[in-house]
């Protein structure tokens, strides 16, 4: 095929494709089916993968690809990226004004947007490609995140014009994708995210750009920063121009000169923001003309120009009809409770998680109370208050069931823990969440087998354990709803990659109780196969550094039980990985260091900042102590930062730590 032909065949491709991205992720108005979009996108990955030297950055086949990074560059905000100050009550809104007009007389005039409860980032354009994506930082040093950013299907690789510009966005999952999102997570047994801020920054942050990518994020700009061409002399110029270039606004810009009328919008919207598809937590109120931006300045803070009105949390009434019970994948019983329907934050609750015994009796929560029920983040139902002073008498105490409603076993509650626990081990709904565990990513990863798949699976009887995964057959999984022979096919190859993942995850994916990660890790590299495991006794796992004896114990105790050994000899049968891989140490110049992590990081989960600290050799703990070499510290680090203070332990920031992992 004539080379020019095929240029000529893949820019058109990439046209088209471009153009039906920004009709389906930015207009919501998709003019062809799924079916020939992809049709579309397989062509243009053929012609690529024959001539990859036609390939470019801004090809909408890049918006994945290279290898996870092993921690973000640092990016020098050429503007700083502030804060907004906020406004909490009509008063405040006025003082702004009040201020905004001694400053530059009566020509005020402000845009009102949405304020999106997501995560701000820098975005920049050269000739009109996407080269580069930060997050905010402290407003001057943020993180690179460009190839995370790219997998976000709203936002443009190449825009409608060859402009050279920064724009400023924020990056947030609607709500609906969010609660799919938490539900994944719930099935799975992983903590679920606090509110869809929480799950955006999470998947930002993300080392792998296929994780971000599996992650519904969306986006919006608000902000046009800087313009190689001549910038507009208003922000309402600015913001449709970015329209016009394909990139994505906000779809509510108000106008107006009159303070009033800002007040009166807010209230508008305060009352109705739970009819839109995605949360905003507040409007943005913005002086309109650039060069008064220019003359109102800046505080080290914030800027003069713009403030952001917070909404009130949305709190009501309801009673408690009942406390049901969940069980979890270890057999943890969960008790719900079950109330009166009310609306809020834009949805109808009945139900919200008690967490645990201690949580009901440290309440006081009774069947028949009257409560107060808001969302965390707007999301998670939780009861805030019990309304003591309007009990009848007729109340009653919750008591936790001495038996599991599932299975019928009996109910225990260990020393010095609060859940309570089914002892059953073939107990159904331990079964299901054991399997979902088993598949998940951080286990042995098996891609495609979710929540409604392993409920089928079991149902059907197809499987008793996740080790019958091993021995499905492509007729078997044909007959499950929604599973065609392609599904069949590639999840039968999803299950067969997972027999490599090596012993370590395959010990986290057993689900042993209190048994994490790095649990999992030490007992791997310790005994080095699973038949020394099998015969080890509790005293042996207590001779592993950080192995105390509750997980000991436990550990022990698995192995000891007659059908979880049967498990393991179905394993071996199918040829599973039992065995502890070498692992890669790619410098020892951490050897002997001991590290204790506290707070939130923002550029890595706790996971890939301990992985990271053991590829140099070093060792991560729980607790401080005169051994602990360093204190990682995020965000809101609690007493550990005291703790380490007081024994003269040396405490990294995050960017310290960054620079200690490029450095070593």
């Known amino acids: 095929m004539d080379i020019d032909k095929v240029k000529a065949e893949i820019e058109k491709l990439r046209e088209e494709i471009r153009r039906h991205d920004y009709y389906y992720y930015v207009l919501d108005q998709p003019v062809i089916s799924d079916a020939e979009y992809d049709s579309l996108m397989r062509r243009l990955v053929s012609l690529e ?25 640092a990016v020098e905000h050429p503007v700083p990226m502030l804060s907004l100050a906020n406004a909490f009550s009509e008063g405040e809104l006025r003082d702004f004004d009040r201020r905004v007009r001694n400053t530059i007389g009566e020509h005020a005039e402000y845009v009102v947007e949405y304020k999106i409860d997501g995560l701000s980032v820098a975005l920049w354009y050269q000739n009109g490609i996407f080269t580069r994506g930060a997050t905010r930082g402290d407003g001057h040093i943020g993180e690179d995140i460009t190839e995370n950013l790219k997998t976000i299907r709203s936002l443009p690789l190449r825009l409608n014009k060859p402009y050279t510009l920064e ?3 924020e990056v947030f999952i609607s709500k609906k994708d969010f609660e799919i999102l938490n539900e994944e997570r719930r099935s799975s047994d992983m903590p679920l995210f606090a509110n869809p801020r929480n799950a955006a920054a999470g998947s930002l942050r993300q080392l792998d750009p296929r994780i971000t990518a599996s992650r519904p994020l969306d986006i919006f700009i608000f902000n046009l920063q800087q313009l190689e061409e001549a910038m507009p002399d208003t922000h309402w110029e600015a913001l449709n121009l970015m329209g016009e270039l394909g990139l994505k606004i906000s779809p509510f810009l108000y106008r107006s000169n009159s303070i009033g009328d800002v007040i009166n919008v807010c209230h508008e919207w305060n009352d109705k923001r739970h009819t839109l598809p995605f949360e905003i937590d507040g409007m943005v109120i913005k002086v309109n003309n650039f060069r008064y931006r220019e003359v109102l300045g800046n505080t080290s803070k914030s800027p003069r120009w713009a403030i952001a009105y917070k909404f009130p949390a949305e709190q009501k009434e309801t009673v408690i ?34 967490h645990n015994e201690d949580y009901i009796n440290s309440k006081d929560i009774r069947i028949g109370d009257i409560v107060v029920i808001q969302k965390a983040g707007d999301i998670i139902p939780e009861v805030v208050e019990v309304k003591k002073d309007k009990r009848s008498g007729e109340e009653i105490p919750f008591i936790m069931p001495g038996h599991c409603p599932v299975c019928g076993a009996d109910v225990v509650r260990l020393d010095g823990e609060a859940a309570a626990r089914c002892t059953g081990s073939a107990c ?6 054991l399997i979902i565990h088993f598949a998940s990513r951080d286990a042995m990863d098996i891609e495609g087998l979710g929540p409604a798949v392993v409920e089928q699976l079991l149902d059907k009887e197809l499987i008793r354990d996740a080790a019958d995964l091993y021995f499905l057959k492509h007729e078997e999984l044909t007959g499950i709803d929604r599973i065609g022979d392609k599904s069949a096919s590639n999840l039968l190859r999803a ?45 042996e796992f207590l001779e592993i550094n950080e192995i105390g ?78 051994k602990t070499d360093y204190v990682v510290a995020g965000e809101n680090p609690g007493s550990k930062i005291e703790r380490a203070r007081t024994l003269g332990v040396t405490i990294l920031s995050e960017q310290e730590f960054r620079q200690m992992l490029e450095i070593e």
């Open 549 to 626: 004896e509750k997980i000991a114990e436990s550990v022990a105790a698995f192995f000891k039980e007659d059908q979880n050994i049967k498990m393991i000899e179905k394993l071996k049968r199918a040829n599973v990985l039992l065995e502890q891989q070498a692992r890669n140490i790619q410098a020892n110049l951490l050897e002997g260091k001991t590290f204790v992590l506290t707070g939130t990081l923002a550029g890595y989960t706790r996971t890939e900042a301990s992985r990271l600290i053991e590829e140099k050799g070093g060792r991560v703990t729980n607790s401080v102590s005169s």
């Open 321 to 354: 009809r009942d406390i049901i019970i969940q069980v979890g994948r270890t057999g943890v019983l969960t008790p719900t409770a079950v109330f009166d329907p009310v609306p809020i934050a834009g949805t109808i609750v009945s139900r919200a998680t008690l």
């Open 428 to 433: 159904p709904a331990q079964q299901k969440r």
């Open 49 to 73: 993968q024959k001539y990859p030297e036609l390939i470019t950055p801004d090809s909408p086949t890049q918006r994945v690809g290279g290898q996870p990074l092993r921690a973000f560059a």
């Open 495 to 539: 299950i067969e990659n997972s027999k490599n993942r090596g012993l370590a995850r395959l010990l986290f994916g057993l689900g042993i109780r209190l048994v994490g990660l790095r649990a999992a890790q030490l007992i791997a590299e310790h005994f080095e196969n699973i038949d020394r495991i099998i015969k080890a006794e509790k005293e």
């Open 167 to 169: 724009a400023r966005g």
